[in-house]
């Protein structure tokens, strides 16, 4: 593998462990909050998320870069043929832009998802202190009213 192919995927599992981290089921409100605090400081630091738009960069230039290559396969040879006709080298060279391409589109979409995720968790912690703050305790996993009410269901 390429380096500039490790280090995109080393950011996608970054990635992964960023957004594991943001979904897993929270105990109470406190760890929610420990955890968002961690994430969102992070997040707040200008130098690391100016090295997040970096690696986005050049995701979306390696995603472009690969994409081209799935569309036309065989343009270089400027051959169209059965697949099974295709030698074992370009098959495996097919296999490493497909590998590739989904590894750039997986960082692409995590990017996405952790930015909507930490947002989410932020409200979600700030509406559940808000509400234990009213004094009307809401058990996990039940809305809350803005009146500081829940509702069973």
């Known amino acids: ?3 500039g192919w490790f280090v995109l995927l080393v950011f996608m599992l970054v990635e992964v462990l960023l957004v594991l981290l ?3 089921p929270m105990p109470n409100n406190a760890v929610r909050g420990a955890v968002v605090n961690l994430v969102s400081s992070l ?3 200008s130098g690391l998320r100016y ?5 986005l960069a050049a995701d979306v230039f390696y995603f472009w870069y690969v994409c081209d290559a ?3 396969p065989l343009y270089d040879f400027g051959l169209i043929m059965p697949f099974e006709v295709v030698s074992c080298e370009i098959k495996a060279g ?5 590998r590739n391409a989904y590894i750039t589109g997986f960082s692409l979409f995590l990017f996405l998802i952790l930015h909507r995720l930490i947002d989410i968790q ?3 912690h700030m509406s559940r202190e808000a509400a234990k703050s009213a004094g009307a305790p809401v058990p996990m996993g039940q809305p809350v ?3 500081g009410k829940f509702h069973y269901q």
Request: glycine letters at 4%; zero cysteines.
């Open 51 to 55: 090295t997040f738009y970096i690696f």
């Open 1 to 3: 593998m390429e380096p």
């Open 122 to 124: 932020k409200r979600l």
């Open 22 to 24: 943001l979904v897993m």
């Open 43 to 45: 997040w707040d630091q």
């Open 94 to 98: 097919m296999y490493q832009a497909e």
């Open 145 to 147: 009213d803005p009146g």
């Open 70 to 72: 799935l569309l036309h």
